[in-house]
Nanobody, 127 residues
């Protein structure tokens, strides 16, 4: 089982960019589907983006489509979330999550599909 550690969060002005990284331990990283989720104060955790073990399948929430890009580097055991054109409503704690093996398309967006989670990294976007 992998362990996940996020980094790259911080404070940025609206319109700015950040790149989040999620480094994983373990030798089977390439076998995991990976997702990014976020949770704003007082709100439920929500799906942001996901990528299949092969990197071929990629999914985004409508709220971030066209602004965020998920990618993975299996050689570095790392998944990234490039966030551009950030808005104040993107402010949240961002979590990466992992699930061993394949997933049906509809399941990539669901929290319950993922069994391993990182500790989260705070992203704050000022207006």
């Amino acid at each position: 089982q992998v362990q996940l550690v996020e980094s790259g969060g911080g404070l940025v002005q609206a319109g700015g960019s950040l790149r989040l990284s999620c480094a994983a331990s373990g030798r089977t990283f390439s076998s995991y589907a990976l997702g990014w989720f976020r949770q704003a104060p007082g709100k439920e955790r929500e799906f942001v983006a996901a990528i299949s073990w092969s990197g071929v399948l990629i999914y985004y929430a409508d709220s971030v489509k066209g602004r965020f890009t998920i990618s993975r580097d299996n050689a570095k055991n790392t998944v990234y979330l490039q966030m551009n054109s950030l808005k104040p409503e993107d402010t949240a704690v961002y979590y990466c999550a992992a699930r061993l093996g394949r997933l049906e398309s509809a399941l990539y967006r669901q929290i319950r599909s993922y069994g391993t989670w990182g500790q989260g990294t705070q992203v704050t976007v000022s207006s």
